[in-house]
């Protein structure tokens, strides 16, 4: 039902800058949250910022102050803005969308894209 794209990944020096973007595609379906979570080399998983249509943003305390998540409401698009990049931001970058199916049987979803590739590197 519900399909998420990321695109703007890429090879940047230290100090560099990228914006990510994740675009849901599908029909019947109503969002209720977006973020994005990270997986480098040999590390689980982990949340880097999420947003909130009722709340306000989160990030991970390792990119407070240089990463910004927005959205773009009339497309549910959601944006990561990420400045000031290190090595150990390397890693590959998830989007996440969770919902709700809005045809019968109304079911929730949990829907992840197939990452895109943050290389932070001199």
């Known amino acids: 039902q519900v399909q998420l794209v990321e695109s703007g990944g890429g090879l940047v020096q230290p100090g560099g800058s990228l914006r990510l973007s994740c675009a849901p595609s599908?029909?019947?379906?109503?969002?209720?949250?977006m973020g994005w979570y990270r997986q480098a080399p040999g590390k689980e998983r982990e949340l880097v910022a999420t947003?909130?249509?009722?709340?306000?943003?989160n990030y991970a305390d390792s990119v407070k102050g240089r990463f910004t998540i927005s959205r773009d409401n009339a497309k549910n698009t959601v944006y990561l803005q990420m400045n000031s990049l290190k090595p150990e931001d390397t890693a590959v970058y998830y989007c996440?969308?969770?919902?709700?199916?809005?045809?019968?049987?109304?079911?929730?979803?949990?829907?992840w894209g197939q990452g895109t590739l943050v290389t932070v590197s001199s």
């Open positions: 996440n969308a969770a919902g709700t199916v809005t045809i019968m049987p109304y079911k929730t979803f949990d829907a």
């Open positions: 947003f909130s249509r009722n709340g306000i943003p």
């Open positions: 599908g029909s019947f379906f109503s969002i209720s949250v």
